[in-house]
């Protein structure tokens, strides 16, 4: 299936979801380590922007800056052409879904409760959560009888689905996703990436993801960052990276990639 772009009203519920997000010279640091550097980012919106390098390149971080999870040190962080500050995060956060690696379940609650948690604590009535979350399971393909277990009882795959649910259910333009397929089984992971793919094109969300896997980003995104030490090294549409890599470093990733892929060198 292609990327193509659903119109008019998509299958989360809302119409145009075109919200833009910006780094804006944005440095980052962890006492010593300087996590991101100078960074200057555009996320088209409405499409999928992958984030890749190897571990501890500032990817993740970027993600944090994103949703406000950590603040720049130096920069701004914007949405929608506003700075986002610490009188804004709040409203800006209920735009934002977020996944993790593990998904973050309460493990103490059931799918169900764990995905409907903030739309309860905003005052949601009972027929607009059932509403919802019969539109969500359908969208994600989780049999609602699941969401009567506890986070121990699903499978990693199933414990996922419900993971982007609850990151879905307050109808977010903007979804944030940091290695969520990362724990899984291949098979299973092979099959979430398609469903994901599928997802994101029903969404018309802006979204942007968190991966080590060039094949995984390719497979899922339109816009590829790679990263490298806190600093953007290339971006651009997955076949470019591929094909034409401008620096010694995304020469040396894609090619290691496609041993690691294809277990063989070209």
Same mark, same amino acid.
């Given at each position: 299936?292609?990327h193509a772009?659903a119109?008019?009203?998509s $299958?989360?519920?809302?119409? /145009?979801?075109?919200?833009?997000l910006?780094l804006?010279?944005v440095t980052k640091?962890f %006492? &010593?380590?300087?996590?991101v550097?100078?960074?200057h980012?555009?996320?088209p919106?409405g499409r999928?922007t992958?984030l890749i390098?190897p571990?501890?390149c500032?990817?993740?971080t970027?993600?944090?800056?994103l @949703?406000g999870?950590?603040r720049?040190d130096r920069?701004?962080?914007v949405i929608?052409?506003?700075?986002i500050?610490?009188?804004?995060?709040?409203?800006v956060?209920?735009?934002?879904? !977020?996944?993790?690696?593990? %998904?973050?379940?309460?493990? #103490?609650l059931?799918?169900g409760e @764990?995905?409907?948690?903030? *739309?309860r604590?905003l005052?949601?009535?009972a027929?607009?959560?059932?509403?919802? +979350?019969d539109? +969500?399971?359908a969208?994600?393909?989780l049999?609602?009888?699941?969401?009567?277990? !506890?986070p121990?009882e699903?499978?990693?795959?199933? &414990?996922q689905?419900v993971? +982007?649910m609850r990151?879905?259910m307050l109808?977010p333009?903007?979804l944030l996703?940091d290695?969520?397929?990362?724990?899984?089984d291949?098979m299973?992971?092979s $099959?979430?990436q398609?469903? +994901?793919?599928?997802i994101? *094109?029903?969404?018309? $969300?802006t979204?942007?993801l968190?991966?080590h896997?060039?094949a /995984? &980003?390719? #497979?899922?995104? #339109?816009?590829i960052?790679?990263?490298?030490a806190g600093?953007?090294?290339?971006? %651009?549409?997955p076949?470019?990276?591929?094909t034409s890599p401008?620096?010694?470093?995304?020469?040396?990733?894609?090619?290691?990639q496609?041993?690691l892929n294809?277990?063989? &060198?070209?």
């Open positions: 299936m292609g772009t119109t008019g009203r $299958a989360s519920g809302s119409g /145009e979801r075109l919200a833009s910006q804006r010279g640091l %006492g &010593a380590t300087l996590a550097d100078d960074v980012l555009v996320v919106p999928v992958a390098g571990s501890g500032g990817k993740s970027i993600l944090r800056l @949703n999870l950590v720049p920069g701004e962080v929608d052409g506003a700075v500050d610490g009188k804004s995060l709040a409203a956060r209920r735009r934002m879904g !977020y996944v993790i690696q593990d %998904g973050g379940l309460f493990p #103490h059931t799918a @764990n995905v409907v948690v903030m *739309a604590h005052g949601w009535d027929a607009r959560i059932s509403a919802r +979350l539109r +969500l399971s969208l994600v393909r049999d609602s009888a699941l969401l009567g277990r !506890y121990r699903l499978s990693g795959g199933q &414990a689905r993971a +982007l990151a879905l109808d333009s903007v996703l290695e969520p397929l990362a724990a899984l291949p299973i992971r $099959a979430l398609d469903d +994901l793919r599928e994101f *094109a029903a969404l018309r $969300a979204v942007v968190v991966s896997d060039l /995984e &980003a390719t #497979h899922l995104a #339109h816009h960052v790679l990263m490298r600093q953007i090294v290339q971006q %651009g549409p076949g470019e990276l591929l401008i620096s010694t470093f995304a020469e040396q990733f894609v090619r290691a496609r041993v294809l277990g063989t &060198a070209e």
